[in-house]
């Protein structure tokens, strides 16, 4: 049986720039770039865990204006719901805690960088519209 997983993440702007964050080895998605957010835990909802997130893995207190997708994405082993939120950083100064490498990239770089197949989608509406609202 297959599991189900839900997912939060961030689509932190600053200066017209887009936060992306490169994974480390392991998983399926060994050193493709993601948005930060994780899995949402028992008993908290996206909105929590986006936050969450984003202050262990990144040491940022961010701001969500809203959520801006949710859309589901099959992997061989587990159907992932996400969940997309549009942020800015409230406080703090981004810090490479988990991740290997971290990056502020305009819409358009987004094609130079491979990302995890479940953020393709998304990766795609921000090339074609730059900030989603």
């Not at 200066?15 to 930060?36: H, T």
């Amino acid at each position: 049986m297959r599991k189900n997983v839900s997912v939060a993440a961030a689509m932190i702007w600053k200066e017209g720039k887009l936060l992306i964050c490169q994974r480390g080895a392991g998983g399926n998605c060994a050193f493709l770039w993601e948005f930060p957010g994780g899995k949402v835990e028992c008993g908290e909802t996206a909105l929590d865990c986006v936050i969450r997130e984003c202050k262990e893995e990144l040491d940022i207190i961010i701001d969500v204006k809203k959520m801006i997708a949710q859309f589901d994405y099959d992997y061989p082993d587990k159907q992932i719901s996400f969940t997309f939120f549009d942020a800015e950083i409230l406080s703090g100064t981004v810090q490479k805690q988990v991740h290997r490498e971290i990056r502020w990239v305009s819409p358009k770089e987004l094609d130079s960088k491979s990302f995890c197949p479940a953020d393709i989608e998304i990766v795609e509406q921000i090339k074609n519209q730059g900030r989603l609202s």
